[in-house]
């Protein structure tokens, strides 16, 4: 019989999870065998755990959504003409919203099944599927685009603030943490396309010309403003902690170089806490933000999820829920599993 | 865009030229380029078109945003210049039976798809069919309802097979439709993109993918490159279209830009040549810094108030009355909106074709008169500053219903109502007035052809969007009247004396009249200010240097 401990929790309690909440049950787990001898559970029986409880979330959340979407006022066909009743009989055979509503959701779930998200109740020459394929992709890149010069960017720049602790490169790059903090993205947005693109003329103001470089870097700086400033304070704090601990006084007094200490030793567990915050921020970053989205003209995914909802598309608004819901159960695990990689406290046993 | 219900007007010999006449104009829809006019080398527009098309596919185009690009795409059998007025397009010429009811067009020899195939007169009967088929389900079957096409109500309502719609080709380029009833204005109707020809081989060969880019054929003065669901939808000019040599513009770029603000940000930004809106708050500034560049025609529409007449006291006439009246309509016009809209005593706007609206006798009067009117009557009525009346005032969120909603529930107080105001988000809003979960609720219409009836019908007791339930005997009797005169005198008469009726019941209290202003850059030439409908058609403008 093997006891199981629960993993040591972040280096530091800024951002961090608390032990007692529910993601840290299916955190890779440290566990004490009958020798007494710590092993860790093995990641295969860690992954089937882990999409043994996703498939139920996953449906309730499907479930929720199908009748939580179905109970707000107005339909997809309501417009400010009153249809015709016979017409309005006519939409609603169409898109079976004639069966009753238990009848509706088989329909659906049918569909689901072999990977159909149905026709899109708004854009009638598109379905789901295609709005989706459309749209991903380049909420995916703007996205990752952003999340990388956040992460690259953010350690550098708290890292450095930690370094110089209380000195002007520590002042500087905390005012301006602050502000990428404070100053929201329908503020950052409009004024980056009024200095950058209306006054100077440098770049173009929206759209998205299949991926061109020129009108990415608008968007994803202002997409990374917002996230690099987070990640920059809470990597300050983080490392002022590490550099402070036993095992880092030690590396100096053997001498070693600071870059070494900084690289090999500081750096990994002073961004645990930074995992922690980006972990769940992702799947939000990668599935697009429908203000940069609308303030940038951007086909992402941002703007068909609110679109779909003032529209009442129930098939887009679903497609969409279940396809963030996914994304966010696997990321999740994947943050899990980098955090069990990255501690070295969790990693006894080997 | 509000549609107008059910209008069944039957027999006017004058609106239109009827009685078996050959009618054959030489106005074409081209653009009309000034002499001594420079072009511009690049003959390239990128207009913002306001939200993403519902569909490209003429019979399930619903909104603004679609049917302008349809318009663009495809040609019906006529079409309008810049005024709106009627000229041919696919058909040359077109003949009327004696008793109004049979409508035979001419097919233009050169009319052709943008694959080269002839438009021929069975692609419209596929249309027609199709517009009113169950299994298309168009929002717009109605359409074709109104004009009364043979059965098309019943094959609506699933009683009858498609089939047999009263439309037929006679042969290859000559195409008929059949009335159960005289419609005077059926031409003007076939403007509309419900009534636009679509190609069945195309359709029928790729089903509902046969709108995009790589499927799309049409037969309008421009073809479809590209699609990208809320980026833009890239248009060609068309060379296989009829009147091409005299079209300008090689490309057009429709942005479906939701926001206002990022809209005017890239058109400032020099991105977009042709706004689809204002914001209201810039407005004045650009008045200031640009003023030859904004553009404001007037609109076939008019904002109310709905009362609740289902609601105490809103049954009470004198309320109502009282409520309009204190409306300062000009200070709404010339202090919040500002952008040129006209106070609104009438419910029919005066951009409306061949009918001037009354002047009412409220509308003659002073603001003062009116404010001290409103107070006697709501004193009348049994209320005052001591026992004010509490109302509860709904609209849809948006900051500019907001400002009209602040400023009129100010000019209430002065008569002792306590107003409540409301917003709601856009669909349930629409839900709580259609299910009469309202006391005041603020409501437009945009008529959808250019004729009173579009207007007025809407306050017959039947009509789907008579949301306060106002039902007068005398108005229904007056409009079903108009429908059955014969002469346009006659029939103004009518339509003036229902305006009277409107001002003495008050059941709705016009606000103003519509316009649509939007930014033009300078070296655009040919845009329309005429055009009510506000039909900008692309192939009417082009580009100066």
Redesign the interface.
Known sequence: MAVCLPPQGPVTGLEAIPLSSPLHWFKLQVCINREGIHQTVPMFAFTIKRLAVAIPTLFILILLSFFLMQM????P????????P??LA??Q??YHLDKPLWQQFMYYLGDLMQGDLG?SF?????TVNE?VA??LPVSLTIGSVAFIFTVITGVTLGTLAALKQNSWVDYTVMTFSMIGIVLPSFVIA?LM??IF??TL?WL?????NDGNWANMILPVSAMAILYMASVARIMRSSMIETLNSNFIRTAKAKGLPQRVIILRHALKPALLPVISYLGPAFVGIITGSVVI????????MG??FV?GA???DYSLVLGLTIIIGALTILFTAIVDILYGLIDPKIRVGK | ??????ALPIASMSLLAIATSAIISTTASAAIVPEGTKLASVQELVRGNGA?P????PQ?V?GTPGSTVTKDLFEGLITQDADGNVIPGQAESWTVSDDNKVFTFKIRDNAKWSNGEPVKASDFVFAFRRAVD??L???Y??YM?IPTIINA?DI???KMKPETLGVKALDDKTFQVTLEKPVPYFVKMLAHQTMFPVPEAVVKKFG??W??PENIVTNGAFTLKDW?????LVLERNANYWNDKETVIDKVTY?P???Q??EL??Y????LDMTNEIPLEHYKSLKKQIPEQIKTTPQLGTYYYAFNLQEKPFDDVRIRQALSYAINRSAITDYILKQGQIPAYTFTPQAVAGFTPPATEYSKLSQKERDQKARDLMKAAGFDKSNPLKLNLLYNTSESHKKVAIAISQMWKPLGVQVTLENQ????F???R?EGKFQVARA?WIGDYNEPSTMLDLNTTTH??NDGKYSSKRYDQLMAKSRVVTSDEERAKLYAEAEEILAEDMPIAPVYQYVTSRLVKNHVGGYPLNNVEDNVFTRDLYIKQ
């Open positions: 707000a006022p107005g339909s066909f309501t417009g400010d003409f009153n249809l015709p016979e017409i006519n939409l055979a169409k026709p708004k854009y009638k020459d598109y709005l459309q749209s409009p396309v009024l693109a209306v003329q173009p103001a929206g759209g998205w989205e609308t303030v940038f003209g951007l086909p992402g703007q068909h679109n003032l529209n009442r | 865009m509000k549609k107008p219900f059910k993403e519902a569909s490209l596919d399930k619903e169950p299994a389900a168009s929002r079957a109605w309802e109500t609506v309502n699933g509902d993918d709108t995009r990208v669901v809320n980026e833009k942005l830009i939701t926001s603000t990022a940000s890239r400032k930004a020099g991105e988000e856009w669909k349930t629409l839900d709580s259609d437009g789907g969007n």
